[in-house]
């Protein structure tokens, strides 16, 4: 994961950047500072691999937020901006440029925390999967995935409408899975939490009525994961 803070304030940039390292852990986002409008769009040009979010302070000299916002869109629709500031009043100037949020200045860990479970859960209900099917492809959003079956060298791929026999292994989907939206709770299966319906400490009742082993080791984890699903 890759998340740009563009504010000419250093100490605000280490505050916000600690507070995002808290939140993701170090090791799974890369974050990157700018001090400037100009100094980001180049930045944004040249990379390689395209920011997934940008923290961008509305009120900075030279080229300002909202200017870096417009320029950024001619290129970019759908990376997500979050702005920032300490005036309240230029919150509705986000909306000509499509920003996901405003916060404002100093910034409220629990508003940054509720910002960031909402964008998470809207980019992964964005995120697609493409089945190989033989002379054709599937696209299907992962989050429409109820379930994913076991069956030898394929999978059944069930979501409400249909049932997709896929030749593959599960634990290649289980690579590209979203992590915090899945879960393997028996060498068979892989369970999309949102579609849990009930669940004990033996099995998973999933919103069809299919009842899911849940192995003994994998029980107080497969709890944990979903009272975090459940509150985020």
């Known amino acids: 994961m890759k998340i740009a803070v563009c504010d000419d304030n250093i100490l605000f940039q280490e505050e916000i950047k600690n507070l995002l390292y808290e939140y993701f852990g170090k090791l799974s986002v890369e974050i990157r500072l700018f001090t400037n409008g100009n100094q980001f769009l180049t930045a944004v040009q040249s990379a390689d691999i395209p920011y997934d979010l940008v923290f ?6 030279g080229i300002d937020g909202l200017e870096t916002a417009r320029q950024l869109r001619k290129d970019n629709r759908d990376l997500f901006l979050i702005f920032l500031s300490s005036h309240t009043e230029l919150a509705f100037d986000g909306y000509e440029v499509d920003a996901f ?5 100093p910034v409220n860990q629990e508003k940054l ?4 479970r909402d964008w998470e859960n809207l980019r992964l209900s964005e995120e697609r999967l493409c089945l190989n099917l033989g002379e054709r492809s599937q696209v299907l ?24 026999l896929v030749r593959m292994k599960i634990n290649e989907l289980e690579k590209k899975m ?3 939206m899945f879960f393997k709770p028996h060498r068979s299966y892989l369970v999309n939490l949102k579609h849990v319906h009930g669940f004990d400490t033996k099995k998973i009742r999933m919103v ?13 984890e497969f709890r944990n994961r979903m009272m975090n699903f459940l509150h985020r």
């Open 56 to 61: 961008m302070d509305i009120e900075m000299p």
């Open 101 to 105: 949020r405003f916060l404002t200045k």
């Open 113 to 116: 925390w509720k910002a960031l």
């Open 141 to 164: 959003r992962w989050s429409d995935i109820q379930y994913i079956q076991s069956e030898n060298v394929y999978v059944n791929v069930v979501t409400a409408k249909q049932r997709i």
């Open 178 to 180: 979203p992590e915090s």
């Open 208 to 220: 069809d009525g299919l009842e899911i082993p849940l192995s003994r080791r994998n029980a107080a």
